[in-house]
């Protein structure tokens, strides 16, 4: 159990102040997690995580459905004082029990409940895409740090231990240089009603979605951050999924190694990929970056083995999200995904859409 002397600190100056100050401030408590929007990430992925956590447990559920909020509180022992509605989430501060909140809100909404959240006195981890332009990005990070808060993205992947051993086996040379990065994600997307297809929810399609795991993925893996972008779209507007957002978009992204990432992502067929080329090797994951069952093969010396990494430290790539998020604000260290690595992904996600409405690079490193 990782604490130090200001937990003590906090502990003994509880002792003084209350009982219920004491419940606070014990250093091995876990923190308490708001849930807000209770859809099939927040409700089916992420509450069921809460029995594989060490420091962390679910306290409280924001949704815009009473029933099911009331369903879900019971399940999981929560008192009715601990569900909130979209109306009167502001009222969270109040709350002791919770810590930190969970916004898992179509991305549109993001910006608003981190904001909401953080004036509220609570820690934030926000859903990817952080959000929909960088100016709001900009604006969580301002409203976190007026608030004192920390901002974490639940980038998973972080916590996932086959792209964790990746990217150990790339650090530590196995590959050689490493000159070439491909990732494709996607899925098919059926249903024309679904949020993700609508600009004013998702604020865009397959790139605010699965292409994130793509970019993401080139940044984590060469280490590096990009100098150039271009990018192209291929979308057929006569779908009627299509009509506000893109189905396909291709990009290649310039780092300052030399090395290059071609990325893809897609609503029109299910892809999972990322394959790094190095001038001594190659490593490749397939599925990359599932909830479990991905699949990974280091190419070198003329033989291709499969690797299993060694287990992460958490139970699941999940629990391992949620207890970094608690540790990051027991400890007061940065969470290693925190708003700053949201706000780079944004500017690039930018750059991506504007390379491919121009149809020309567009240079990172300055004003182009
Ligand atoms: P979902 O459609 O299943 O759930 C969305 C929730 O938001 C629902 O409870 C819905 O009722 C609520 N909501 C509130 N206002 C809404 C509105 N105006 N329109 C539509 N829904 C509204 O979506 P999801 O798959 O749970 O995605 C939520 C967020 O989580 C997204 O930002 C998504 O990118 C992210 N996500 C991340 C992962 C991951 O692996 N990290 C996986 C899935 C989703």
Request: some cysteine; hydrophobic content about 35%.
């Amino acid at each position: 159990m990782e604490f130090g002397r200001r937990d003590i600190l906090i502990s003994a100056a509880s002792m003084v102040v209350g009982s219920s100050a004491l419940a606070r401030a014990t250093p091995d408590r876990p923190l308490g997690y708001a849930i807000v929007g209770l859809g099939g990430y927040g409700l089916k992925v992420i509450i069921p995580q809460f029995a594989n956590c060490t420091h962390s447990r679910l306290a409280a559920v924001v949704s815009g459905d009473p029933a099911k909020a009331r369903r879900v509180a019971a399940e999981h022992g929560l008192p009715e004082r601990s569900i909130y509605s979209y109306d009167t989430f502001d009222t969270i501060r109040d709350n002791p029990d919770v810590d930190i909140v969970y916004v898992c809100l179509p991305n549109s909404m993001h910006a608003e409940y981190t904001v909401r959240a953080a004036r509220a006195g609570k820690h934030v981890l926000c859903e990817k895409p952080m959000a929909v332009s960088v100016a709001e990005c900009e604006t969580m990070i301002a409203a976190c740090r007026a608030a004192n808060r920390k901002l974490m993205i639940g980038y998973r992947c972080h916590f996932e231990p086959f792209n964790l051993e990746a990217m150990r086996l790339a650090r530590a040379g196995e590959a050689g240089k490493i000159r070439y990065v491909r990732s494709e994600h996607g899925f098919v997307q059926r249903d024309p009603s679904v949020w993700r297809l609508k600009r004013a929810l998702s604020g865009g399609g397959s790139l605010m979605d699965m292409g994130v795991y793509s970019l993401q993925a080139a940044r984590y893996m060469t280490n590096e951050e990009p100098i150039a972008v271009t990018a192209r779209e291929s979308t057929d507007r006569r779908d009627p999924r299509f009509t506000e957002v893109e189905d396909i978009i291709d990009w290649t992204l310039e780092f300052p190694s030399g090395a290059i990432a071609s990325c893809q992502s897609m609503y029109s067929a299910n892809q999972n990929h990322i394959l790094l080329m190095g001038d001594k090797g190659r490593i490749e994951l397939e599925p990359a970056t599932r909830y479990d069952g991905n699949h990974m093969w280091l190419g070198k010396d003329g033989r291709e083995r499969e690797v299993t990494p060694p287990p992460g430290p958490a139970k699941t790539q999940f629990a391992g999200q949620l207890d970094h998020m608690a540790q990051s604000v027991r400890t007061g260290r940065e969470p290693i995904v925190s708003g700053k690595e949201g706000l780079r992904d944004m500017r690039i996600v930018e750059a991506i859409y504007r390379s491919a409405r121009e149809g020309r690079t567009i240079r990172l490193d300055r004003r182009t």
